[in-house]
């Protein structure tokens, strides 16, 4: 199967109905999703809590397509193999949550799941090329992790060019994480980006008796990134 670059709308569940989970991911699916995005806090990482591997498990057989983890927690390692069995067809890790991201990335792929990077804003590119080989993603955070709905951090999108560049004909994602809106999305897109995570931007005035406004939303980013690539 060819690589696809076509850009994809990942929601994240963080910005939905925390008593619905299920339902949210089938109701957003349903209105045009691509991806499924579920952020995992451990409170330590990032100054907030969510949920775990058994919540991740619980969503699993609700998500027709991609289940695109994104783990926000230090370390990681112990927690592999559980998030692995949960079904996720992607998990994430970020480099600044140990001093093992090689380790990390290889146990990753060794559980059968592919591999992502993540990158704090703060963060730069330095140590990428020396792990090209070993992921299909590299997540660029246009927010400080550990909540929805903050603003998009601007200077993340020269590093998106340098990414871009790096990656070449690498089949690796591109995915932008934070603060995506119909506004930013056409920024991200022009520099390379495939994935777009969004949060608020998808489920802003929906709700699971009127699930319309999460396609309005979808449809919105997904035009606005498209008309630029
Ligand atoms: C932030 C999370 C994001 C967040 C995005 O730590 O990783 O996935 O949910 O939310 P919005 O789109 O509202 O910025
Ligand atoms: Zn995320």
Redesign the pocket.
Known sequence: MSFDRAIKIAP?I??SDFANFGAECAAVEAQGADWI?V?V?DGHF?PNITFGPDTCKAIRPHIKGVMDV?L?IAPVDPYIDAFASSGADIITAHLEAGPHIHRTLQAIRGAGVKAGLALNPGTGLDSVPHLLDMVDLVCV?T?N??????KFIHSQIEKVSALREMIGDRPIHIEI????TPVTAPLVAAAGADVL?????VFKGGSLSDPTPYGANIAAIRAAAEAVI
């Not at 995570?197 to 931007?201: D, E, I, L, T």
């Open positions: 994240s963080l910005a995005h952020d806090m990032v994104h926000m955070m927010v992790p550990g909540f929805g709905g903050q994480d934070g603060g995506v995570v969004a949060g608020s931007a």
